[in-house]
């Protein structure tokens, strides 16, 4: 059965933190790792990850795959009380899209 | 934001009562999703659009049907509400597959 795990459920920092989430897949005729963000609204698109070690960053996110291990990582340096969110990651299938359940980041002033 | 919007916003139905959810884009996208969001799940799709007329089941398709008449609409229609559909539904665009989607604000659907 195709499953998305995402780690830790909840997570509470302080400002300039540094967190790392984590994404583990097993999703047959895997096509992309992608992760978003979700506020009190839509989730909005971070990142899609195709290729195993190749980091993207926009900012203070980063984000990196191994499709050897199947999982990925969202990293988020010196946060900030508008990182609070819900993360969420997503394997891609030819037709299909497999969420995991989401990180709650709390950044607390 | 990519332009899609769903209608209506908000919903409060009774059990056993027919709903018909709206999502319409301007993008023009060839793929559109149904998805819906619950405490614990994260999002799951139910029937997904790969075109006018064409459309297959996604991982919680059981009492939603869907249609496509046009590129820009696809509903979402729950043949006889159940409390259990108690949730908040996402529309969601892409060009193509395995590419990041765009979704919609949500509703918010409540079956009493």
């Known amino acids: 059965e195709d499953k998305v795990v995402q780690s830790p459920l909840s997570l509470v920092v302080h400002e300039g933190d540094t967190v790392t989430l984590n994404c583990s897949y097993e999703?047959?005729?895997?096509?992309?790792l992608l992760w978003y963000k979700q506020e009190k609204k839509a989730p909005t698109f971070l990142f899609m990850l195709?290729?195993?070690?190749i980091e993207k960053k926009s900012g203070r996110l980063s984000s990196i795959l191994d499709k050897k291990e199947l999982f990925s990582i969202l990293n988020i340096t010196a946060t900030q009380t508008g990182d609070s969110a819900i993360y969420l990651c997503?394997?891609?299938?030819?037709?299909?899209?497999?969420f995991g359940a989401g990180t709650r980041l709390t950044v607390k002033p | 934001d990519a332009g899609i919007t769903q209608s209506p916003r908000h919903k409060v139905t009774e059990t056993g009562t027919p709903v018909t959810l709206r999502c319409h884009q301007t993008e023009n996208h060839r793929y559109m999703y149904w998805y819906r969001q619950d405490p614990g799940h994260g999002l799951r799709l139910i029937h997904y659009s790969y075109g006018v007329k064409d459309t297959d089941k996604g991982e919680v398709s059981d009492g939603y049907s869907v249609s496509r008449s046009k590129t820009e609409d696809f509903l979402l229609t729950l043949e006889s509400a159940t409390s259990s559909q108690t949730s908040v539904y996402f529309c969601a665009i892409s060009i193509s597959p395995s590419v990041e989607q765009y979704f919609g604000p949500g509703t918010r659907l409540t079956v009493t």
């Open positions: 997503a394997g891609t299938q030819p037709n299909d899209m497999r």
């Open positions: 999703v047959t005729n895997f096509r992309s």
């Open positions: 195709t290729s195993s070690g």
